[in-house]
T-cell receptor, first 113, second 111 residues
Framework: EAAVTQSPRNKVAVTGGKVTLSCNQTNNHNNMYWYRQDTGHGLRLIHYSYGAGSTEKGDIPDGYKASRPSQENFSLILELATPSQTSVYFC????????????FGKGTRLTVV | QQKVQQSPESLSVPEGGMASFNCTSSDRNFQYFWWYRQHSGEGPKALMSIFSDGDKKEGRFTAHLNKASLHVSLHIRDSQPSDSALYFCAASEHNNNRIFFGDGTQLVVKP
């Protein structure tokens, strides 16, 4: 089965610090996505990528950067973490032309104190 | 305006009962619809897809699509406690890599 691995699984960061969330997929999928999940908001798209070297803004990109250095890896970067970024973050991959499923990682629980 | 809206927000059914979820979209360009399921502490996982009008049945799960009314539904018969999870509707346009998720419906199946 398709595999998406996120690291770390849990992270506590200080306000104003830099945080990097990593995602690796072994599915050879072109598309990768970063979502955050908060109670009452479902899954909100932060950034996504169509392939190595590309990043696109999603619906809530403010305060986040993304990096796709290779087909397999997609990182989410919080340059100056704030308590409002406390959330659960999910990475996903897929060859989504609409007709194929997307595979999610297990999530990273980030707490900014 | 959110492109995919789900109802109800939460649902409780007895074991063996029928659970029903609804999803409406505001974009007539949506061609592909999926249902995802997320158990507590896990990432969402695709449950089933539906691309054509009508019903699609997979075991205890039946999805229904009506593109004219932009309405998708999911029905689980003989619900089991293991079906307790958060259910998401997702939609996408043809040749578009964006996926739009609803806010989800929390299902609790009581033994």
């Amino acid at each position: 089965e398709a595999a998406v691995t996120q690291s770390p699984r849990n992270k506590v960061a200080v306000t104003g610090g830099k945080v990097t969330l990593s995602c690796n997929q072994t599915n050879n999928h072109n598309n990768m996505y970063w979502y955050r999940q908060d109670t009452g908001h479902g899954l909100r798209l932060i950034h996504y990528s169509y392939g190595a070297g590309s990043t696109e803004k999603g619906d809530i990109p403010d305060g986040y950067k993304a990096s796709r250095p290779s087909q397999e890896n997609f990182s989410l970067i919080l340059e100056l973490a704030t308590p409002s970024q406390t959330s659960v973050y999910f990475c996903a991959s897929g060859d989504w032309q609409g007709a194929t499923e997307v595979f999610f990682g297990k999530g990273t629980r980030l707490t900014v104190v | 305006q959110q492109k995919v809206q789900q109802s109800p927000e939460s649902l409780s059914v007895p074991e063996g009962g029928m659970a029903s979820f609804n999803c409406t979209s505001s974009d007539r360009n949506f061609q592909y619809f999926w249902w995802y399921r997320q158990h507590s502490g896990e990432g969402p996982k695709a449950l089933m897809s539906i691309f054509s009008d009508g019903d699609k049945k997979e075991g205890r799960f039946t999805a229904h699509l009506n593109k004219a009314s932009l309405h998708v539904s999911l029905h689980i018969r003989d619900s089991q406690p293991s079906d307790s999870a958060l259910y998401f509707c997702a939609a996408s346009e043809h040749n578009n890599n964006r996926i739009f998720f609803g806010d989800g419906t929390q299902l609790v199946v009581k033994p």
